[in-house]
């Protein structure tokens, strides 16, 4: 049965992306009224609605007729940002110039992503978050759940643009949009030119190799100002890690060099002097270094909740101020990363990046996320957690944060609002926030 | 309007010439075309259009239902068709006295609809209403409706072609030239013209094709010049169960025994043919319905039947018994009949209960001719050899008579299958010599030849056997596979009918009959029913009268039902008043902010509730009275703010449940 679902939906996506590029408005009109006129014309001796078929009949077979060599001389080059933000129209242009040696008018400008269709496991294993609320036929005949995969599997919604005159040798900028979807890598293939037949109802299509990327920005939510708690800590290598690379400009005094200490602040022309090793010593930095981690691990929470705990964790990015502390993604995919922004060091449209490109990680990564929280506990101001679920292994995570002093913000992305949140005895430090995936907005004006 | 100037109006104009209502055309294609000369458009909101699109569809629906009580053959599939462009043109005529230039989408699609009421509680603000432009569609459903009129005039294809091309003309792909454009229409027109040619000869070539292979034209219900046969056809012969006639007759008297289709006297390559075609049309008696075949000679001899048969295109042939003299309740626009005795019936409704009176002494077929000694000439070796080896021809007639049916009784047997591949070149003489078995179609055929072989005139007649009783429907059924075939004589110058096919073939037919025959045809039988009473006893209504009451009643049933529901969605709210801002100001809650107050934290007077309840709960709470605080609170935002809230009821919840939390609160700390 799945097998013939799949092959069944599969075709039928197929053809209606084929027939979307190939039949015009008109063109649909037209359908409709050969398929009419075939239904009512049946029977040539009961009416003569079959005059109509054949006629329209006719004029079908000649445009299709002139569809076959389309074979224009032009080149394009795609003007699109490097980054995008899911659910926000993109607009960006396509530079267009006619090379060959006759105008073209009336062309139709299609930019193409390349559709990924499920594949067969995935079509019979992924399940539609929401696919328990439709009725038990539409559950059986899994429609529902092949559409939810392909806008899944397809992050964008590209709209075509009646291009310009092109007279010989000219250049044309052409405006475009398009809606992401949802977070991740836009992969352009190419782009199409389309010019329709005679009547105006089927186009001729030629595709032209025209590769771009962009990185679509998870979904942001305005948030209220948000003022994270925390005394500013020493940071080791002070401000020179969090500025720049190199040397930092606050000096304070030469020393003696002790073992351990890097060559590159020794201080040559004093040991000259000396004739011992002597050092440039720097004026220790403090300043504040928030952490937002993010709990990546899926166990039974839905696919919705992981997408909006890492619009959460974006929102977070950009509403801490980074100009006067550091920010450190934490988070834990195929490894550990931690990443900072701030005060120069990175900007927070790296952060985004990266959470652009997060994934769900396996069940026993929180322990991995837990040690490196733990190890870096000493380094952090605050913390602000983004949590799937709220269990045991979590609420010793904040409990150990809140025993270190550091005061915690835990947001948890849980669909169950009706049990209430346990905490752990000694969390006077944590501030607890559950947000439902439906009412984000909602919840996260009110932190 | 985005259709070019007059085109509207003239597809109108041709669609109300087409249906011979020219005048309702012209009005229509003026009202149309009028909106160009005034300005005034009015503003139909979405609701409007909505409610006017259900108009249309229930104007349909009424029209719909209508056809098929009210209509007459299988035109009444198209009277709807035929009348959609009058049907729809509110909408159409919303779109163009409108002002937003067309029409929402969720007018016309009850999924649109769906969807945008979804999208609108949502608060989706990325939603936008479409509106499309619908004068091409309507266009394009005009011409439909025109061609389902059927009116067959060589001006429809012209002027058809003449209406598309200016449609086209507005929507061409102007990046070529008007010649290219103008040379691929007349291209197209000329394709059509000779594809509309070779789809009718298609049409037929299929229809021939598919009754033969359904066996249909065996039965010699269509062609009353012609009888198409099985002979030499492999495999098993499938008829169905399907009841095509019903026979009632008077009390106490038995049914005919057969009803006759008609007769033929030319056999050809496994056809009967009539060796004239020449037909007689019979006046209709002064009511229209009464049709006179023969004159009566003597009325006490007749016998009287009531047929209920079906005929699905509106004409074919009525199955009669032998001596039928009048047909009368027979609401045809024509009876002619054959000289072959074969009686056709046209502009027929799809049902039809006449009433025959017949005379079984009555000989009303043609006295014999030369075709009726017929035979073909490959066929003349076998017959008389039969004849000679077993000495069939008599001195006495009546003699040669019974000794042919001796004969086809003794060594002959009936079957509905021929599986030898060597039946298939010759049929009969495969089954006079070899098979030996066969069904009616061979036996008349085969009876029919060997008479004539022995000089005696004879034809073969096709037909029906009435044979099996209803006791639930209190008539005789007549099934597709009682279809049957025998010969007529002529002997003692009067025609005989001869029967040589086994008389047990009837019980074999009824062997090979579905086991759910039975729910078949109580299913058919209430279905008979309810048409009979539609037909018959239903009380008549006026043609004019039955359309405005039917589409009235769905409409204003349908507004009825709508007012009922608006009625329930708005009464719940009409009853809300405005919540004063100072509802619930003295609410019990507050007594728990000033206990919290004196002995914790302080509410500043920025801070929420919630916050400041978040705050108290981090140092001077536990956290099981913290969510007891959290549901208080929620329940006095309720009592304070919710409009649809029962202020009494919540108010003594909320002094309740505000008593137990002090209570227990005060109990802590005094424990503490």
Redesign the interface.
Same mark, same amino acid.
């Given at each position: 049965m799945n097998k013939i679902l799949y092959f069944l939906y599969l075709n039928i996506s197929r053809c209606s992306y084929w027939l979307q590029r190939h039949v015009t408005g008109n063109g649909w009109l037209f359908l409709a009224c050969l398929c009419l006129s075939a239904v009512i014309g049946l029977d040539t001796s009961q009416t003569m609605a079959f005059q109509f078929f054949c006629l329209l009949l006719a004029i079908g077979c000649l445009a299709i007729s002139c569809c076959f060599r389309f074979r224009p001389k032009l080149s394009a080059k795609r003007q699109a940002p490097r980054l995008a933000t899911a659910g926000v129209e993109l607009h960006y242009k396509m530079v267009i110039e006619n090379l060959g040696d006759s105008s073209q008018s009336n062309l139709v400008l299609f930019d193409d992503i390349p559709i990924c269709y499920p594949t067969f496991i995935e079509f019979c294993t992924w399940n539609d978050p929401e696919e328990q609320q439709v009725s038990k036929f539409d559950r059986m005949i899994k429609l529902f759940r092949w559409q939810w995969l392909m806008r899944k599997k397809n992050s964008a919604k590209l709209s075509h643009q009646q291009c310009p005159d092109l007279p010989v040798g000219v250049t044309q900028k052409i405006p475009l949009q398009l809606i992401p979807y949802q977070r991740g890598v836009l992969h352009f293939s190419s782009v199409t030119f389309a010019k329709s037949d005679p009547f105006g109802l089927f186009r001729a299509l030629y595709s032209m190799e025209c590769t771009d990327t962009v990185v679509i920005l998870p979904k942001r939510y305005p948030l209220p100002s948000l003022q994270l708690a925390g005394s500013r800590k020493y940071q080791p290598s002070g401000v020179t890690l969090a500025s720049s690379v190199g040397e930092s400009q606050e000096f304070m005094s030469l020393r003696d060099y002790r073992p351990g200490d890097p060559p590159r602040i020794i201080h040559w022309r004093s040991w000259a002097k000396t004739g011992k090793p002597v050092v440039k010593e720097y004026q220790d930095e403090y300043f504040s270094r928030h952490a937002l981690i993010l709990d990546t691990n899926l166990l039974s929470a839905g696919n919705k909740c992981f997408e909006e705990s890492i619009s959460v964790a974006a929102s977070l990015a950009c509403t801490v101020a980074t100009q006067d502390s550091l920010l450190d993604l934490l988070f834990v995919g195929h490894k550990s990363y931690c990443f900072t922004a701030g005060r120069g060091v990175g900007h927070t449209g790296k952060i985004l990046e990266i959470l652009a490109s997060v994934q769900p990680s396996q069940a026993e990564s929180f322990s991995d996320l837990s040690r490196l929280v733990t190890e870096r506990a000493s380094l952090i101001s605050s913390a602000v957690f983004v949590f799937l679920h709220w269990d045991e292994q979590r609420k010793d995570l904040v409990s150990l944060m809140n025993q270190r002093g550091i005061p915690v913000l835990a947001l948890i992305i849980s669909e169950d609002e009706t049990k209430p949140l346990s905490k752990n005895p000694g969390t006077a430090k944590a501030t607890y926030h559950r947000l439902h995936p439906d009412h984000m907005a909602k919840g996260l004006a009110q932190i | 309007m985005n259709i070019p100037v007059l085109l509207l109006a003239s597809v109108i104009v041709f669609w109300g010439w087409?249906i011979d209502q020219l005048l309702v055309g012209v009005i229509l294609a003026i009202i149309m075309e009028g909106a160009r000369l005034t300005k005034t458009r009015w503003d139909f909101s979405d609701h409007d259009q909505r409610r006017i699109a259900d108009l249309c569809i229930y104007l349909m629906i009424g029209t719909l239902i209508y056809s098929l009580i009210g209509g007459k053959g299988?035109?009444r599939f198209?009277m709807v068709?035929t009348w959609i462009p009058l049907l729809i043109s509110p909408l159409a005529l919303v779109q163009i006295y409108g002002n937003k230039n067309g029409l929402n989408l969720a007018a016309l699609s009850l999924l649109a609809r769906k969807k945008q009421a979804q999208r609108l509680q949502q608060n989706d603000n990325n939603y936008q209403r479409k509106y499309y432009d619908i004068s091409?569609?309507y266009m394009?459903l005009c011409?439909?409706s025109?061609?389902?009129? =059927? =009116?067959?005039t060589p001006w429809?294809?012209i002027i058809?072609?003449f209406l598309?091309a200016w449609a086209?003309w507005s929507?061409? =792909?102007?990046?070529?030239p008007s010649s290219?454009?103008v040379g691929?229409?007349i291209?197209?027109?000329?394709?059509?013209?000779i594809?509309?040619h070779w789809?009718?000869e298609l049409?037929q070539l299929v229809e021939q094709k598919s009754m033969e292979w359904a066996g249909l034209d065996s039965q010699g219900d269509r062609d009353p010049f012609q009888a198409n046969t099985a002979i030499g056809s492999l495999g098993t012969l499938k008829l169905s169960n399907n009841i095509v006639a019903r026979v009632f007759t008077e009390k106490g008297m038995p049914p005919p025994d057969l009803l006759r289709n008609g007769s033929y006297n030319i056999f050809s390559r496994s056809k009967w043919y009539v060796s004239s075609k020449e037909v007689r049309a019979i006046a209709a008696g002064p009511d229209g319905k009464t049709w006179d075949i023969q004159k009566t000679v003597n009325k006490d001899r007749l016998l009287r039947y009531k047929i209920g048969i079906q005929l699905t295109t509106g004409e074919g042939l009525l199955a009669v018994p032998k001596g039928t003299n009048q047909l009368a309740d027979l609401p045809v626009e024509e009876v002619e009949q054959g000289i072959f005795s074969a009686i056709r019936l046209s502009g027929a409704p799809l049902r039809l209960y006449p009433k025959v009176s017949v005379d079984p002494t009555a000989d009303n077929d043609l006295p014999p001719m030369d075709s009726d000694l017929h035979i073909p000439d490959h066929m003349h070796m076998v017959l008389q050899s039969i004849i000679s080896q077993n000495n069939l021809k008599r001195v006495n007639q009546s003699d040669t008579l019974k000794a042919i049916e001796t004969y086809f009784n003794r060594n002959y047997t009936y079957s509905l299958v021929q599986d030898d591949p060597k039946s298939k070149k010759n049929g009969l003489e495969f089954f006079l010599t070899q098979s030996h078995a066969g069904h009616c179609e061979y036996f008349a055929s085969a009876t029919v030849l060997l008479l004539r072989m022995m000089g005696l005139p004879a034809r073969y007649v096709t037909g029906w056997a009435v044979s099996e009783y209803s006791e639930l429907e209190d008539c005789y059924l007549v099934r597709s596979r009682h279809a049957h075939a025998w010969g007529m004589v002529y002997i003692n110058n009067h025609w005989q009918e001869i029967d040589t096919t086994p008389p047990n073939w009837l019980t074999l037919e009824t062997e090979q009959s579905s086991p759910f025959r039975p729910i078949s045809d109580f299913l058919s039988w209430c279905r008979y029913q309810i048409t009979s009473w539609l037909d018959n006893d239903r009380p008549e209504i006026p043609t004019a009268a039955g359309w405005i009451v039917l589409a009235l009643a769905l409409y204003l049933g349908n507004k009825f039902l709508r007012m009922k529901r608006q009625v329930r969605e708005t009464s719940e709210p009409a009853v809300l008043e405005p919540v004063s801002h100072k509802r619930g100001i003295k609410s019990d809650f507050y007594k728990i902010e000033h206990f919290l107050s004196e002995n914790g934290t302080k509410r500043y007077p920025s801070e929420t509730l919630?916050k400041w309840l =978040?705050r108290t709960g981090?140092?001077h709470i536990n956290?099981e009275q913290l969510?007891n605080l959290l549901s208080l609170l929620e329940l006095h935002y309720k009592y304070r703010f919710d409009p649809q809230c029962d202020t009494d009821l919540c108010g003594r919840e909320l002094q309740r449940l505000t008593q137990t939390w002090l209570a227990q609160a005060k109990l802590d700390r005094d424990k503490s």
């Open positions: - | 087409q299988s035109g198209f068709i091409y569609p394009a011409l439909l025109a061609g389902s009129a =059927n =009116n067959r429809f294809y058809l072609f598309v086209f929507k061409r =792909n102007t990046r070529y290219i454009f691929l229409f291209c197209a027109g000329v394709f059509g013209y594809g509309q789809l009718q049409q919630s =978040n981090q140092s956290e969510h």
